[in-house]
């Protein structure tokens, strides 16, 4: 989920995997969610709580490397999966939007789109009027 705004990243060093970690850490939504709690609880306990359970300062100080292990993790990305965003959409839905848009935008740009109304209605209609 790289972020499709031009604000910079608070948190570059996290692994495109996990960026929604970003986006909750920076609402208070995650503290009344039990399972977005235990996101940030869950990648490094003695951080949770040396942070003072702040996910925006664990975030700032916790090793690129952990968040590349929890990255690969099954257990934990089945657990990330299943918190919604602040919007209430699950992250494995937008993950799978994000990668069905990087594979199919090509096929699905306005220039595909003003071409092929030109081929289907414009040119045809011009046939129509020139026949007339």
């Keep these: ?7 910079q990243s ?19 939504w995650w503290s009344w969610n039990p399972g977005a709690r235990m ?3 869950t990648l490094d306990r003695q951080a949770w709580k040396e942070s003072g359970h702040n996910p925006d300062k664990m975030l700032r100080e ?8 929890a990255a690969a993790e099954a257990d934990y990305l089945r657990r990330y999966d ?3 965003d ?10 799978l939007m994000k990668e069905s848009i990087k594979s ?10 003003v071409k092929q109304y030109i081929e ?3 040119a045809k209609s011009m046939e129509g009027a020139l026949k007339a």
């Excluded at 916790?62 to 292990?69: A, F, G, Q, S, T």
């Excluded at 602040?86 to 993950?95: A, K, M, N, S, T």
């Design 82 to 84: 299943a918190v919604p």
């Design 120 to 122: 289907k209605f414009y």
């Design 104 to 113: 199919n935008a090509a096929a699905f740009s306005a220039r595909r789109m």
């Design 39 to 41: 996101l940030f609880k």
């Design 10 to 28: 608070l948190f570059p060093h996290l692994p495109e995997r996990l960026d929604g970690l970003e986006e909750l850490a920076e609402n208070l």
């Design 1 to 7: 989920m790289g972020k499709m705004n031009t604000v």
């Design 86 to 95: 602040v919007f209430h959409i699950p992250h494995e839905w937008i993950r």
């Design 62 to 69: 916790v090793p690129r490397e952990l968040l590349k292990k």
